[in-house]
């Protein structure tokens, strides 16, 4: 069974950065592995993804220019580098894993808080 370990969270100002890192343990193959945030009150969204075979990415357009994707070659791990953050930004952070074979994220981290003060 997959599990997945977030680390990297924490509380920053406004305009600075976090990179927020996610380990696989448990042999898979991924389709794709992402990065979802839920704020109070809302809904849980996909902030960020990573295609495993071609790297293709994708963002919310919120985070454009200001978030990166990334893995660790040749390792299910995958990074959040997060850039000019905003208290809007203020959520918890989930790591995701969807699996070969899988329609959807089948693989959820436990979580981090990532808190942002203006």
């Known amino acids: 069974q997959v599990q997945l370990v977030e680390s990297g969270g924490g509380s920053v100002q406004a305009g600075d950065s976090l990179r927020l890192s996610c380990a696989a343990s448990?042999?898979?193959?991924?389709?794709?592995m992402g990065w979802f945030r839920q704020a109070p009150g809302k809904e849980r969204e996909l902030v960020a993804r990573m295609r495993w075979a071609n790297g293709e990415t994708y963002y919310v357009d919120s985070v454009k220019d200001r978030f990166s994707i990334s893995r660790a070659n040749g390792k299910n791990t995958v990074y959040l580098q997060m850039n000019s953050l905003k208290p809007e930004d203020t959520a918890v952070y989930y790591c995701?894993?969807?699996?070969?074979?899988?329609?959807?994220?089948?693989?959820w981290g436990q979580g981090t808080q990532v808190t942002v003060s203006s």
């Open positions: 448990g042999r898979a193959f991924f389709y794709a």
């Open positions: 995701a894993a969807q699996q070969v074979g899988s329609t959807q994220y089948n693989a």
